[in-house]
């Protein structure tokens, strides 16, 4: 379970370093580098790590280790520890500098692949801790691959029936599960999200048990969006405002706007009411006298529509404006988008 949250925060922690270089030729030298370092020092990093596994479920772990240079003190077996544990640390690190330097690979085998080194680890230093206890290198191998399975996946049962497939029968069948069920437990409860599920929370596309969430997920802010508000400009009179804006507009809300078409404030039609039939008033009053601050905003292509509903809740407002690259795009309305919400809330449930 440990292993599982490290391996989890590390593959971000790495990742969202690399998104600091915005050119590929650095990600590509740095990645580069820190790979080969890894790799002099620990060379069963290299390639996808099936030759690694069968070694150490032959109980060859020199043959797994390969050519390291650290040959010379492998006879002792706190050293061969030592490396076998520096797997467990590094292949999460390897791994995902593979991704984020522009490599390609997985993530299923690398997580048994460190499974199987953190498993033969413990029951090495089992082994040889002097207290006189003997366990199965093999079977530790293979319960530690599917700890991690069902902690870096958030897949209990699929740890669990892939490594029993794996042995070839269900002799392991009861400490599979006590392994993969509290790996999954503590990992779940500290990591809302696994690896392949995190970045589509972050923007929104998850499709959860939860139906409220999954039909938020399924709608686009672009069905919602209504652009036929009348704008005026901060330097218009009531007058210019009601001729050019206000006879020709069915709406009660007007968003000020500069001319680079950036929002400055709203306007509401309850709040010029009393002056609209004061002619004397028409060019004595600007539009800056009315205009206030909107109560939110929305931001397209960055606002969740789980993060709009959340807005309208908070602020209770009944429209909203949305923000584009800086710029005015238009109002979402309560009643719009909770009309489109019921349309596919009821689309979902047929």
């Known amino acids: 379970a440990v292993a599982s949250v490290y391996f989890t925060k590390m593959y971000f922690r790495i990742m969202d370093f690399f998104k600091r270089f915005r050119s590929p030729k650095y990600k590509l030298l740095v990645g580069g580098l ?14 996808e790590g099936f030759g690694f596994i069968n070694s150490l479920l032959e109980g060859d772990h020199l043959k797994a280790l390969g050519t390291t240079p650290f040959d010379d003190y492998t006879d002792q077996i706190w050293v061969v520890i030592g490396l076998l544990f520096g797997i467990t640390i590094f292949k999460a690190v390897a791994m995902t500098t593979t991704f984020a330097a522009g490599g390609a690979g997985g993530i299923f085998i690398p997580t048994m692949v460190m499974g ?14 002097g ?66 599920t995190r970045q589509l929370a972050a923007i929104g596309a998850l499709i959860s048990h939860d ?83 909107a109560p939110e905003l929305i931001f397209y292509g960055t606002d969740t529509m789980q993060q709009v509903m959340q807005k309208f809740h908070d602020s209770r ?16 309305s309560k009643s719009k988008l909770l009309t489109a919400y019921r349309r596919k809330l009821i689309n979902f449930g047929s």
């Open 34 to 47: 820190g790979i080969g370092v890894m790799l002099y020092f620990i060379p069963p990093l290299y390639g």
């Open 317 to 332: 407002a009944w429209n909203l404006p949305v923000i584009k690259d800086g710029r005015y795009l238009g109002f979402v």
């Open 116 to 129: 199987s080194a953190l498993g033969n680890v413990v029951a090495k230093v089992l082994n040889n801790s």
């Open 211 to 293: 139906k409220d969430q999954t039909v938020l997920s399924m709608m686009d802010l672009d069905e919602v969006i209504e652009t036929d508000f009348k704008e005026v400009r901060q330097d218009m009179t009531l007058g210019e405002m009601l001729h050019q804006s206000v006879a020709k507009s069915t709406r009660n809300i007007f968003p000020v706007t500069d001319s680079d078409g950036s929002l400055k404030g709203i306007v509401l039609l309850d709040d010029i009411r009393e002056f609209m039939f004061d002619m004397n008033m028409y060019d004595k009053i600007g539009v800056d006298s009315f205009m206030q601050t």
């Open 131 to 196: 207290l006189g206890i003997s366990v199965s290198e093999a079977n530790f191998t293979l319960v530690g691959m599917a700890g991690l399975i069902a902690g870096v996946l958030h897949a209990p049962l699929t740890a669990i029936f892939l490594i029993a497939e794996i042995t070839g029968g269900y002799d392991l069948f009861v400490p599979l599960m006590i392994s993969a069920a509290m790996s999954y437990l503590i990992a779940k409860n500290t990591l809302d999200h696994s690896i392949y």
